[in-house]
């Protein structure tokens, strides 16, 4: 059964710096089939992609681009999401979840893990 | 940018055919998915490739696709349908629509 936990969110003060981890079973995160994705969501807002990595590349969002990176140790089969001068706008509920490829739907989605800025 | 323009809310009484909809430029030459969000959970991939349901999703789900226009179809709607629906496509970015909050009466 494929799963995704993520974990490491929490209350963060701004500029602060945070590492999200998102730990895959029923899949390996070598397999070059599948991309993962970043997927986070404001208290009671809608869905917003961040990131996602191939087997060969890593894209961003305008919005987390120059402050965020994302990586994967694969002898883990975990994946990770550094967050780095964080604003109170990245408060939010972050997502692990798997895709097949580009244009394919996000499926499965991990519990998420949320992310609080605050002073 | 692209954006997908979705209704803020749809009511359907229980058993009837709801239908929510999904605005985007030329969206019927795009690949639409559709996803579930209830209260405190994570979204549920619902239909892929417009009108494809994946292993475990009701045969009451069904989408289309078409011009300027795409549509979740959920048909004899059941109380356990309340959710929030969310479309997506894939364009120089990952794009979501607003979400569309569904209220069974």
């Known amino acids: 059964q494929v799963q995704l936990v993520e974990s490491g969110g929490g209350l963060v003060k701004p500029g602060g710096s945070l590492t999200l981890s998102c730990a895959a079973s029923g899949f390996s995160l070598s397999d070059t089939d599948y991309y993962m994705n970043w997927i986070r969501q404001a208290p009671g807002k809608g869905l917003e992609w961040i990131s996602y990595i191939s087997y060969n590349a890593i894209y961003y969002s305008d919005s987390v681009k120059g402050r965020f990176t994302m990586s994967r140790d694969n002898t883990k089969n975990s994946l990770y999401l550094q967050m780095n001068s964080l604003r109170a706008d990245d408060t939010a509920v972050y997502y692990c979840v798997r895709v097949d490829g580009p244009g394919e739907g996000f499926d499965p989605w991990g519990q998420g893990t949320l992310v609080t800025v605050s002073s | 940018s692209y954006d997908l323009a979705q209704p803020f809310s749809v009511s359907v009484a229980l058993g009837q055919t709801a239908r929510i909809t999904c605005g985007g430029n030329?969206?019927?030459?795009?690949?639409v998915h559709w996803y579930q969000q209830k209260p405190g959970q994570a979204p549920v991939l619902v239909i892929y490739r417009d009108n494809n349901r994946p292993s475990g999703i009701p045969a009451r789900f069904s989408g289309s696709n078409s011009g300027n226009r795409a549509t979740l179809i959920i048909s004899r709607a059941q109380a356990g349908d309340e959710a929030d629906y969310y479309c997506?496509?894939?364009?120089?970015?990952?794009?979501f629509g607003g979400g569309t909050k569904l209220t069974v009466l």
């Open positions: 030329n969206i019927g030459s795009k690949n």
């Open positions: 997506q496509v894939w364009d120089s970015s990952v794009v």
